[in-house]
């Protein structure tokens, strides 16, 4: 059992590309995150999906956009990478009908924007 | 504004030293507290969730209390494997959706 996988692990980019990180839960799952974490910063919630069909936005939006392709994928995409967005990014999932159940979490990607 | 706050930022003990982390919460309604373990190039390891005062949990060496302010992540003798990182997370009912807000974690170093 898998969990939560992310890919890629790491990508190095340059300030202007476009990006799309990968995320995919085989917990049968209904909400899915994707959080950023920063030295000194913690996690933060760039957007969530409670449930198949729905994006919302969390603390740190800008500058990204998601896709809840089914209820097992859930993508992040940067359209123009700004070195601001260094950082490692961390998709979570929850699940069941009760919304206090906790997040499980993939092992990141590490990103760099030169 | 809903908030987390942890200490100390940083901790070294001794290999059987027991401590406790501390994780002091402000929010307007608290739907759940969760306690997690961050190890280097992983993500968090869920640990605990607490939903009211005066609720506890264990696991092994660790013990998770609750209270209306705080909660408090208690390490009885310690090995050198508990070493991570210890985030504290909070479920506030004003917060949209199932959102967390997490604090800044405490490092734990446990020397043998």
């Known amino acids: 059992n898998a969990g939560v996988t992310q890919t890629p692990k790491f990508q190095v980019l340059k300030t202007g590309q476009s990006m799309t990180l990968q995320c995919a839960q085989d917990m049968n799952h209904n909400s899915m995150y994707w959080y950023r974490q920063d030295p000194g910063m913690g996690l933060r919630l760039i957007y969530y999906?409670?449930?198949?069909?729905?994006?919302d936005k969390g603390e740190v939006p800008n500058g990204y956009n998601v896709s809840r392709l089914n209820k097992r994928e859930f993508s992040l995409r940067l359209e123009s990478a700004a070195p601001s967005q260094t950082s490692v990014y961390f998709c979570?999932?929850?699940?069941?009908?009760?919304?206090?159940?906790?997040?499980?979490f993939g092992d990141g990607t590490r990103l760099s924007i030169l | 504004e809903d908030q987390v706050t942890q200490s100390p930022e940083a901790l070294r003990l001794q290999e059987g030293e027991s401590s406790s982390l501390n994780c002091s919460y402000t929010?307007?309604?608290?739907?759940?507290l969760f306690w997690y373990r961050q190890d280097p190039g992983k993500g968090p390891e869920f640990l605990f969730t607490?939903?009211?005062a005066g609720e506890e949990k264990e696991k092994e060496r660790l013990k998770a209390t609750l209270t209306k302010k705080e909660s408090f992540l208690h390490i009885t003798a310690p090995k050198p494997e508990d070493s991570a990182t210890y985030l504290c997370?909070?479920?506030?009912?004003?917060?949209?959706?199932?959102?967390?807000?997490f604090g800044k974690g405490t490092t734990l170093s446990v020397s043998s």
């Open positions: 929010v307007s309604g608290l739907r759940g």
């Open positions: 999906s409670a449930s198949e069909g729905t994006t």
């Open positions: 607490l939903y009211s």
């Open positions: 979570a999932s929850s699940g069941g009908a009760i919304s206090n159940q906790p997040q499980h």
């Open positions: 997370a909070v479920q506030a009912t004003n917060q949209a959706g199932t959102a967390l807000i």
